[in-house]
């Protein structure tokens, strides 16, 4: 495991306590609630004290000047929440089974976004455990666990971790989230981890009392930026790089997933991002590390690949604009951003064959350009998905596709599954679930005040998205509403939706996945009268995997004759270049 700078370092008898304060002058370490032992400090700001005689499992608490007791901002494990006391955690007490666990391709991967606490009625790393048998037998090969960093509160998308290091209290212990791990790899199942750099919680996030975390040059959505360029920004960049090689070092994830990067504002000669790929990568030695991310801006440089056709910096980025554009041909909905995708099948083709709709064009909804070019990358550059908890939480209900389009909802899925871009499942998107999954939080009665104000306004603003019917993000019956019902999968509708999603990606590995492996670039779209679509890639000399479409309620004729080509799939009905309402047909030419 690569040696952390931030945290406790046991030893064979003593356990060394290290917090990085150069904005505190003297500063206490108190052992289970002990008498408190001043830490000696030196000039580059660093706090340090070896007791002898601590062991695992015992807390402790930083006290600042003014008797202030805080936890450690690299705690490992927070049994009592934020503001509680920190646990020394043995990174080496847990034996793992899977240990020759390599990783798999990028190309092989199907994933399945899964938030710990909704996923199960227990909402535990172990409960989770006990579904990997359902995920394997589905055909997902890469589990993407929504952010576990420690959040005030019991309940919380992940958003607000204020704590980088210590998976959250409610989930259960650091050993328990090995364990998920271990156990998933023994089944051939990646784990991916959603973490977010881009800012902290609003509630225990001490270490900005200790350090230069923020800056006002430059500003983010939730206020001054963290602070990866000015001064003091050099440990404030290791706390975080430290913390991605911890995740894949420690815990062996074999990839995060990185919230929001646009937001990540530097200005030095390496970006943190690409500085955080670089070494994230030369940490994980022989293993296949995935490193994604989330890009408001489809900034394609991110995506760039060297000579030998491997990512220089990050592998893929979640594809909003196969999202938009597949939503708009389901449901009908042209309101709010869904107003840029409403022109037929063409930015759905786009988006298929180039990754990104916006490649620099003007954008309505945002009021100016957005994004570069990226039809020179590979599909699996991009990960698409019809369902995400971003695109069904930020809806005032919450409320599900599946809920609005059942009819259409089949065919988009053969399209987005069988697609060479990596395609993605929302946790019971697999059986039909129609559990919301609406935004929820647990804060103290002032932020969470806050919070009901700012999700009506934030609301308010999308025509179509009713302000006056959002559910309380702050009550627990939210969260309760949003927790899968697994009985529902042994009910006839859902072993008619599972066995329909289990082919499909079944198909996806014998039949595209082959064919996609090394792909080099995009492909090529064309739309035909009344809202056909066709797409081709180049597979091999001479070849080309072609992908025909309606995505409405309406017979056309697509021009094409494909009696020459090998089938691969077929959903609805193509005769004679008539492509039936609702059909796709997947085909080698």
């Not at 901002?73 to 043995?90: F, I, K, L």
């Not at 609005?404 to 065919?411: D, S, V």
Request: proline share 5%; hydrophobic share 40%; with cysteine.
């Amino acid at each position: 495991m690569t040696e952390c700078d931030f945290g406790p370092r046991i030893s064979a008898n003593a356990v060394e306590f290290r917090l990085w304060a150069p904005l505190e002058t003297e500063i206490a370490v108190a052992i289970e609630a002990g008498q408190p032992k001043k830490m000696m400090r030196s000039e580059d700001g660093w706090h340090r004290c070896e007791i002898v005689g601590v062991r695992p499992g015992s807390t402790y608490f930083y006290i600042l000047p003014g008797g202030l007791s805080i936890p450690d901002p690299a705690s490992r494990y927070q049994p009592h929440d934020v503001h509680g006391p920190s646990e020394v955690v043995d990174p080496n007490g847990y034996q793992w089974k899977a240990a020759g666990w390599k990783g798999r391709c990028f190309e092989d991967l199907v994933f399945y976004e899964m938030h710990v606490g909704a996923f199960t009625r227990e909402g535990t790393f172990v409960a989770a455990i006990d579904r990997l048998d359902h995920l394997k037998a589905l055909g997902v090969t890469a589990l993407q666990i929504m952010p576990v960093a420690d959040f005030p509160g019991r309940r919380n998308w992940g958003y607000d971790g204020v704590l980088p290091y210590a998976p959250d209290s409610s989930y259960g212990r650091p050993e328990e989230l090995k364990r998920l791990v271990d156990e998933a790899h023994a089944r051939g199942i990646c784990v991916f981890l959603d973490v977010v750099y881009n800012h902290f919680g609003p509630d225990g996030n001490y270490l900005a009392r200790l350090a230069p975390l923020f800056t006002d040059h430059h500003k983010t959505p939730w206020g001054n930026a963290v602070n990866y360029d000015g001064d003091g920004s050099r440990l404030i960049r290791e706390f975080v790089i430290q913390n991605a090689i911890y995740w894949i070092s420690e815990f062996r994830f074999d990839g995060l997933r990185l919230d929001a990067v646009h937001a990540i504002k530097d200005g030095s000669k390496e970006h943190l991002l690409h500085e955080l790929a670089r070494r994230v990568r030369s940490a994980a030695g022989e293993r296949k590390i995935h490193l994604i991310v989330e890009n408001e801006d489809n900034n394609a440089s991110l995506l760039e690949r060297d000579d030998e056709g491997h990512p220089k910096f990050f592998s893929a980025q979640w594809n909003d604009d196969v999202h938009h554009a597949l939503h708009v041909a389901a449901t009908g909905e042209t309101f709010g951003y869904y107003a840029d995708y409403g022109d037929g099948s063409a930015k759905l083709g786009r988006a298929l064959a180039e990754g990104f709709v916006f490649q620099g064009e003007h954008m309505p909804y945002r009021g100016e350009q957005r994004g570069t070019p990226s039809k020179h990358l590979p599909p699996s550059s991009f990960i698409s998905f019809i369902q995400n908890h971003d695109q069904i939480g930020n809806r005032a209900l919450g409320d599900r596709i599946g809920a609005r389009a059942a009819a259409a909802l089949q065919a988009i899925a053969c399209v987005y599954l069988l697609c060479p871009q990596v395609p993605m499942i929302f946790m019971g998107e697999e059986w039909g679930a129609e559990e919301p999954f609406p935004y929820f939080c647990d804060f103290d009665e002032d932020l969470n005040e806050k919070v009901r104000t700012g999700r009506r306004q934030e609301l308010s603003r999308l025509p179509g998205f009713d302000a006056d019917d959002l559910p309380d993000p702050t009550a627990e019956t939210t969260f309760i509403s949003a927790k899968l019902d697994w009985a529902k999968v042994d009910t006839e509708q859902g072993r008619q939706w599972f066995s329909f999603y289990r082919d499909l990606i079944s198909l996806r590995h014998q039949r595209i996945v082959p064919l996609v492996t090394g792909m080099t670039g995009g492909g090529r779209y064309r739309s035909s009268a009344g809202g056909g679509l066709i797409v081709e890639w180049d597979v091999s000399t001479g070849r080309k995997l072609r992908l025909l479409a309606n995505l409405t309620d309406q017979t056309v004729e697509t021009g094409e004759q494909a009696d020459a080509d090998e089938s691969i799939f077929l959903f609805g009905s193509f005769n004679s270049g008539r492509l039936g309402a609702w059909s796709v047909l997947w085909s080698i030419a």
